[in-house]
């Protein structure tokens, strides 16, 4: 007897991914209720994708209409641990250190040709605000969810990439996993800004990752907690033992590692092409400056005073508030600060002035 499913896993597997499985397309109701009571209550910090339409990020019908089930793939990633050196580098987290979707993409693209060749519909689904992966992935087994919100997978943990086909065909679903981290809850305090509230709950508000990719202005709350990251954080994902062993194996590399002056003195288009990968809002390469100024003052080293000086006179505001906190995480360039702060109009750059220069007077406690 044709078994669909056993084909459509093997194809997966024959190609690198490290999680399979199959399951009905029906709405994830619980999921629904879930993401409006986290909204109601700004976990969600405004953020899109998902949470923009509930309804029809889980439930796909809403979309395409014949949706009978989720075909869901995960695949793997470079998780060498980002080796930083110089006193001008920072950290991309693993999965954005280049474009990691891509072989997830490709295979479920090739997957659904096949089903296609069958006379089924299928659409690929990756990276899509039209479905909340996670759940379907949940349902489908191909692993559980975590304490740190995210699907764990046998053997990597939560160092993976979901995507889904969206079909009419009727392969046999699979089981979901009978697993769950039990009383481990190592994730919870290894986030650095304790956005992880509690067990699968978390404020966005606070997450490192979240804030990076939000327009406007770093919190200067959460500032010294970026560190020398420009993309991502992987705090959560690096404490959780089930992907630990998989991180070992791993090793470090300079993978992942970037030049905080480069980002800095680069044109638009230069980083736009460089980091097409990842989600910059509206595509206005001014945030991942931001970022590299944020991290550049948390390297605190007086070699950068001249660049960082050198933004206090950018046409951006934006730009100009963090490398005046820069400056002053830094604890130099008191001149340049002076100078700016008697010629500055804006009231948000003026006040960051002014307490970079408070901090140079009286320490860190000002940023």
């Known amino acids: ?95 954005a250190a ?26 690929v689904l990756v990276d899509d605000n039209r479905l909340v992966d996670r759940a379907a992935a949940v349902r489908a087994g191909v692993g559980w969810w ?21 079909t009419d065909a009727l392969p046999e679903p699979t089981r979901p996993m009978v697993r769950s981290c039990g009383s481990c809850a190592a994730c919870l305090p290894a986030c650095p800004t304790e956005a992880l509230i509690a067990p699968g709950v978390l404020d966005a508000r606070r997450c490192l990752a979240a804030i990076a990719q939000s327009p406007g202005a770093i919190p200067r709350e959460f500032r010294a907690a970026m560190g020398d990251r420009i993309y991502g954080c992987d705090d959560c994902l690096e404490a959780c033992p089930p992907g630990s062993r998989a991180l070992r194996r791993a090793g470090a590399s300079r993978w992942g590692v970037v030049d905080l002056i480069e980002i800095l003195m680069s044109a638009d288009r230069t980083l736009l092409v460089r980091y097409e990968h990842f989600y910059i809002p509206r595509r206005d390469p001014r945030y991942l400056r931001r970022n590299a100024l944020v991290a550049l003052g948390n390297k605190r ?67």
């Not at 005073?305 to 951006?316: E, F, K």
Request: with cysteine; glycine share 12%.
């Open 301 to 367: 080293d007086p070699g950068t005073v001249g660049i960082l000086s050198g933004y206090l006179g950018h046409p951006d505001p934006l730009l100009r508030r963090h490398a005046a906190w820069a400056l002053g995480r830094v604890g130099r360039g008191r001149a340049s600060l002076e100078t700016a702060e008697s010629r500055e109009l804006d009231k948000a750059v003026r006040s960051e002035l002014q307490l970079a220069l408070a901090a140079l007077d009286g320490g860190d406690q000002v940023l």
């Open 98 to 123: 280049a474009d990691a979707y891509r072989l997830l993409r490709q295979t479920l693209e090739e997957l659904s040709g096949l089903l296609r060749d069958q006379g089924w519909r299928a659409e």
């Open 146 to 166: 975590g304490k740190n919100t995210m699907v764990l997978v046998p053997g990597v943990g939560p160092w993976v990439l979901l995507g889904s086909v969206v």
């Open 1 to 95: 007897m044709y078994d669909l499913t056993s084909d459509l896993r093997a194809f997966m597997l024959d190609r690198g991914a490290v999680g399979f499985g199959v399951c009905a397309a029906d709405p994830f109701e619980d999921v629904r209720e879930t993401i409006r009571q986290r909204s109601q209550v700004g976990l969600s910090a405004g953020l899109h994708f998902t949470f923009a339409n509930p309804e029809r990020a889980t439930d796909i019908r809403l979309s395409f209409p014949w949706a009978e089930r989720f075909i869901v793939g995960a695949v793997s990633y470079d998780i060498r641990t980002p080796l930083v050196q110089g006193d001008h580098e920072g950290r991309i987290a693993r999965f």
